[in-house]
């Protein structure tokens, strides 16, 4: 599901009336958005808007997007819903639901029931099916796309839980510590797994990407384990990088069979994996405007999700620092 880039051709406002031109449905509905926020209130309580000869309205970017992390915070569907509305506002087109993570796997899942019973907070902290059906028409009928994040092999703490094997054993002084880190790359049974999950995701997502994660991957875990020690030498692979480009690009030939496009996080690119062309990079990290030259000059299309971490708070004018410093796009 592939929103079109809205295009509001006229807007006009006069005495005989008001008229928009766009070219989509979803160009018509921005300009109503627009039309709505010209409106202001009169001394006497009545409503006013002022004459309009010619409004011209088309968006700088393609992706204008907002994050969630429903992992880390559950959040219950009616505010997800409220903020789709309060999307709207403001013209914004995707919602990046990163809905999973290490803390809780709240997505509620047909094929493994397990990883939502006993990967979530509790049986309460879901994200029923109809749930998700429900946040993804309600995002389209306001010009929404919902893309789905489902974050490996890192930020998979939770995943473990409902899905023996998944991830990697640590180990210290030869010996299983009780430690696990990530999805373990070398196991029939993790690829299984992971193409029917994502095969039920597609179903579940019809949009066209999926945000596949690949940020914050700790090597450690994967060094201390003598089975992937031994499947490195197998492999003639010496450095951890290599396992992590053996994973990503098995996990993206997985994907491009169920025709999806996708976005990975800018570590992916950092670490010099090769992967293909028409991979979306991510770049969250400060330093953004280096990484940014580079990515594109690197001939990969790139969102910039460096700024307004609204979960950076702290008393006083916080909105000063960040204005000055960075201008988000995509």
């Known amino acids: 599901m592939m929103l079109p880039l809205y295009c509001v051709d006229y807007l006009k406002v006069a005495a005989d009336g008001a008229y928009i031109t766009a070219t989509t449905v979803f160009g018509a509905m921005r300009g109503l958005e627009t039309f709505s926020q010209l409106i202001y209130h009169r001394p006497d309580g009545g409503l006013a808007i002022n004459e309009v000869t010619g409004l011209y309205d088309q ?3 393609q992706y204008r997007g907002i994050l969630i992390d429903t992992s880390r915070h559950f959040v219950n569907l009616h505010t997800i819903l409220t903020h789709l509305d309060a999307m709207v506002y403001s013209k914004y087109n995707i919602l990046h639901w990163h809905i999973v993570d290490d803390p809780s796997f709240p997505y509620e899942s047909y094929t493994f029931p397990d990883l939502a019973a006993k990967g979530a907070f ?3 902290h879901i994200y029923t099916q109809e749930d998700v059906k ?3 028409n309600y995002a389209y009928e306001r010009g929404i796309r919902v893309i789905p994040e489902f974050d490996t092999p890192g930020h998979t703490q939770s995943w473990g839980a409902g899905q023996p094997d998944l991830l990697t054993p640590c ?3 030869g010996q299983p510590n009780g430690e696990y880190g990530p999805v373990n790359p070398i196991l029939n049974s993790t690829w299984t797994f992971l193409t029917s999950l994502y ?3 597609d179903n579940v997502f019809p949009d066209n990407y999926i945000h596949l994660g690949g940020d914050e991957v700790s090597f450690t875990c994967w060094e201390s384990n003598p089975d992937i020690q ?3 030498k197998k492999m003639g692979y010496t450095d951890y990088a290599k396992l992590e480009e053996y994973y990503e690009n098995n996990l993206i030939d997985l994907v491009n069979k169920l025709n999806k496009s996708y976005v990975v996080w800018q570590e992916i690119f950092d670490n010099g994996l090769k992967i293909k062309m028409d991979t979306v990079i991510d770049v969250w990290k400060t330093g953004w405007e280096k990484e940014m030259d580079a990515v594109t000059k690197a001939g990969y299309k790139v969102i910039l999700s460096t700024c307004w971490y609204l979960n950076r708070i702290s008393y006083g004018e916080d909105w000063k620092s960040v204005s000055n410093t960075c201008s988000c796009a995509a």
């Open 134 to 136: 429900t946040v993804i």
């Open 230 to 232: 031994a499947w490195m």
């Open 199 to 201: 095969q039920e995701i």
């Open 122 to 124: 509790d049986h309460e």
């Open 171 to 173: 180990y210290a002084n």
């Open 59 to 61: 968006p700088r970017f």
